[in-house]
C-alpha cells in the first residue's frame, strides 16, 4: 500500500461510500469488526480532511468504534461485492466475518483494515454527536428510522490515505 495525502484521493468519495459501498472497521488484533457503510462523507471541517460515519448503536460495530480512538473506512473492486454485502447484513456477534468473505486483516498502529482494499481512509474520532428526531427539518427522513433507532454520527479527522497500487 502507499500512503497518500487525502488530497490526493482520485475516488469521487460520494459515489466509493453510497453507491460501491465502504467497510467501516475498528479494534485490535485481539478482536476487531467491520461493517458495511453507505452513509456518510468527506470534506474539510477545523482545517483538517475529515470523513463523516453513522452508525447505529445498536450495530455489533457501534462498541467498537466508540472504544477505539481510531477507525478505518476502505473501499474495494466491484469483485469483493458479496463480501460488502455479507458484512453489511449478518453480525460480528454471530460469525466471524474475515473468515466467511476470505477478506483478510491487516493490523496497524491505530486500526484494522483489509487486504484486498483498494482505498483505506485512517480515520481518528474528533467529535460524536448522537441524531434526534428534534433536529430533523425534512419530516422524510423519519423514514429511516423505525423505532427511534437513531444514527451517532462521528466526525474524525483523516490522518492517512492508503491506496493499493
Not at 470523513?51 to 466508540?66: L, V
Not at 477507525?71 to 469483493?80: K, L
Amino acid at each position: 500500500m502507499k500512503i497518500i495525502s487525502a488530497f490526493e484521493i482520485h475516488d469521487n468519495l460520494i459515489n466509493t461510500i453510497g453507491k460501491d459501498w465502504m467497510l467501516v472497521t475498528a479494534g485490535n488484533r485481539e478482536k476487531f469488526n467491520t461493517m458495511t457503510v453507505s452513509w456518510g462523507g468527506t470534506g474539510i471541517l477545523w482545517n483538517k480532511p475529515v470523513a463523516f460515519t453513522f452508525i447505529r448503536p445498536q450495530r455489533y460495530t457501534f462498541d467498537f468504534i466508540e472504544n477505539n480512538q481510531y477507525f478505518t473506512m476502505s473501499a474495494y473492486g466491484d469483485e469483493f461485492r458479496n463480501a460488502l454485502k455479507l458484512c453489511g447484513t449478518k453480525s460480528g456477534r454471530d460469525i466471524d466475518k474475515a473468515k466467511e468473505t476470505g477478506l483478510i486483516p491487516v493490523f496497524t498502529e491505530e486500526a484494522p483494515y483489509f487486504e484486498q482494499a483498494r482505498l483505506v481512509l485512517v480515520c481518528r474520532k474528533m467529535y460524536a454527536q448522537d441524531l434526534n428526531e428534534q433536529s430533523i427539518i425534512d419530516s422524510s427522513i423519519l423514514n429511516s428510522y423505525n423505532g427511534n433507532d437513531y444514527h451517532r454520527m462521528y466526525v474524525s479527522e483523516i490522518v492517512r490515505v492508503l491506496v493499493n497500487e
